[in-house]
């Protein structure tokens, strides 16, 4: 069953922190437990959140027309940088946070557990795969993927580290 969100679907378990600019056009829907604490999130008709999908910081996210975000995706408007502290209780002067918008193209599809990092745009009918982290602008027509082959480092575990069962 969902709700109406100024006369938008969008279901009961939602959170959308009252900071938060939502503008929602036709038949768009926001699922199941999502989690929305940004500046602004605007999305164009057809466009649509999976269940539990993450859309946070400072910044403002656009879903053009038909853009979908799979379950568990994160777009992150806003994230610390390792360039000063790393968290809540700190200053903002303390931290180094980078801010930047993101922008979903037309009929674009971001895939389950993808992240979105600040600043990124996603092309027209690009579509990003599951699991994919994102911090560089996605091309129109393009399909992203997850490298699982590519190993980027080994794990060595101490001596005894790892026990049987």
Same mark, same amino acid.
């Given at each position: 069953?969902?709700?109406?969100?100024?006369?938008? @679907?969008?279901?009961?378990?939602?959170?959308?922190?009252?900071?938060?600019?939502?503008?929602?056009? $036709?038949?768009?829907?926001? =699922? +199941?437990?999502?989690?929305?604490?940004? #500046?602004?999130?605007?999305?164009?008709?057809? !466009?649509?959140?999976?269940?539990?999908?993450?859309? !946070?910081?400072?910044?403002?996210?656009?879903? $053009?027309?038909?853009?979908?975000?799979?379950?568990?995706? !994160?777009?992150?408007?806003?994230?610390?940088?390792?360039?000063? #502290?790393?968290?809540?209780?700190?200053? +903002?002067?303390? @931290?180094?946070?980078?801010? =930047?918008?993101?922008?979903? =193209?037309?009929?674009?599809?971001?895939?389950?557990?993808?992240?979105?990092?600040?600043?990124? !745009?996603?092309?027209?009918?690009?579509?990003?795969?599951?699991?994919?982290?994102?911090? #560089? +602008?996605?091309?129109?027509?393009?399909?992203?993927?997850?490298?699982?082959? #590519?190993?980027?480092?080994?794990?060595?575990?101490?001596? =005894?580290?790892?026990?049987?069962?």
């Amino acid at each position: 069953m969902t709700e109406t969100y100024q006369g938008k @679907r969008v279901y009961p378990t939602t959170k959308v922190c009252p900071r938060t600019e939502l503008l929602m056009g $036709k038949l768009t829907t926001i =699922g +199941d437990f999502c989690f929305i604490c940004s #500046k602004r999130l605007e999305m164009r008709d057809g !466009s649509m959140l999976g269940r539990f999908v993450e859309v !946070s910081g400072r910044g403002e996210v656009l879903l $053009k027309e038909g853009a979908v975000v799979a379950s568990h995706a !994160s777009l992150l408007t806003s994230t610390d940088t390792t360039e000063g #502290k790393m968290n809540d209780a700190s200053t +903002d002067e303390e @931290r180094a946070v980078r801010t =930047g918008n993101i922008t979903l =193209g037309e009929y674009s599809y971001v895939g389950q557990h993808a992240t979105i990092m600040p600043g990124v !745009s996603i092309g027209d009918w690009a579509v990003v795969g599951a699991y994919s982290y994102i911090d #560089k +602008d996605v091309p129109a027509n393009t399909i992203i993927m997850p490298d699982v082959k #590519k190993r980027t480092k080994v794990r060595v575990l101490k001596k =005894g580290a790892m026990k049987d069962g």
